[in-house]
């Protein structure tokens, strides 16, 4: 396992290790983030989610050339679907953000691996890793398989929700869990014929909204092109001076908290309780088949074993 100087660096090779070593899980992985624990807090991270094709891949290169131009350290996790074949990640090496690595950005791709909400399950270690030597800017892309895609607002500080004008189901999307989970909104590829009517669309459905402290910014875009990031870079830096207020940013950090360690627990659980070589789990699985006991009571069951056996 390559050393905290090396982490601390930004060497790529030594970052793609530990990530791939907090992708496998187990007690190494547990050993490295206990290791880096005392150093996490200072990143700002920024989820960008949608539908496939709405340009998040070019979208998080153009945020990250500009915050590379402003001398600051970018950090971007994309999340791919997983190789039926090799179980990683499916874009692999993320070609389409190549100018962003040419110039120093650091990316990695994360595969599924599973898990739903177009996250991996590995993606909030990944960010502490990130976190914790020393990038302040951290991007993270989830995998962009529709509208089930809300996980994201639980891992980062900021979700930006993208779409674009004239896919048949833009405000169908709008009108799901994603605008629910967005802090800001952005139309991307702003070229497109239908631009104008959806902007006009999602701007009345944000005034519809009940008032909260945080109304959410509506901001074009074309990332081919730039433009309309500068404008995206200042409503994040908005969110961002809104979350440094009246002890917002502890809160959100003890609500990821809680369901992470829920996550965490709920995996446990699982891993200790549900084996496929424990004949006693393989007897309580038949008899809720055949209808002799519910699943509430086999659960409880299962969970009672476990308080008598111990971890």
């Keep these: 396992m390559a050393g905290s100087g090396e982490l601390s660096s930004g060497d790529p090779r030594a970052l793609g290790k530990a990530l791939s070593l907090l992708e496998r899980g187990g007690e190494d992985a547990e050993a490295l983030l206990r290791r880096l624990r005392p150093r996490i807090g200072g990143a700002h991270s920024i989820g960008l989610t949608g539908p ?22 970018v950090a971007a996790l994309a999340v791919d679907p997983t190789s039926p074949f090799s179980g990683g990640a499916l874009l692999g090496d993320r070609v389409r953000m190549s100018e ?5 950005g650091f990316v990695r791709s994360m595969a599924t691996r599973g898990a739903v909400g177009g996250l991996s399950a590995a993606t909030a270690d990944a960010l502490d890793l990130l976190d914790a030597v020393g990038f302040p800017w951290v991007l993270v892309e989830t995998v962009g398989v529709g509208q089930d895609e ?3 607002a639980g891992v980062v500080d900021t979700v930006v929700v993208v779409g674009v004008a004239g896919t048949g189901d833009d405000i169908q999307a709008a009108k799901a869990g994603l605008l629910e989970v967005a802090d800001i ?5 702003s070229d497109l014929p239908g631009t104008d009517q959806y902007v006009a ?3 009345e459905m944000l005034e519809l909204r009940p008032p909260s402290p945080w109304q959410p910014r509506l901001v074009v875009t074309r990332a081919t092109t730039g433009e309309g990031v500068e404008a995206l870079l200042a409503a994040i830096a908005a969110h961002r001076a809104f979350l440094e207020n009246d002890g917002r940013r502890e809160r959100l950090r003890r609500e990821r908290a809680a369901r992470r360690v829920t996550a965490v627990l709920t995996s446990l659980v ?11 789990y393989q007897e309580i699985v038949e008899a809720v088949a055949s209808g002799a006991v519910d699943p509430y009571a086999a659960a409880r069951q ?5 308080a008598k056996e111990g971890w």
């Design 52 to 73: 496939p094709g709405v340009g998040k891949s070019t979208l998080v290169q153009a945020l990250g050339l500009a915050l590379l131009a402003r001398g600051e350290r």
């Design 100 to 104: 962003f690595v040419a110039r120093g």
């Design 150 to 152: 809300v996980d994201v």
């Design 185 to 189: 909104l952005v139309v991307n590829k």
């Design 201 to 203: 669309a999602l701007s």
């Design 270 to 280: 699982q891993q200790r309780v549900c084996r496929e070589e424990d004949t006693a």
């Design 302 to 306: 299962l969970l009672e074993r476990v």
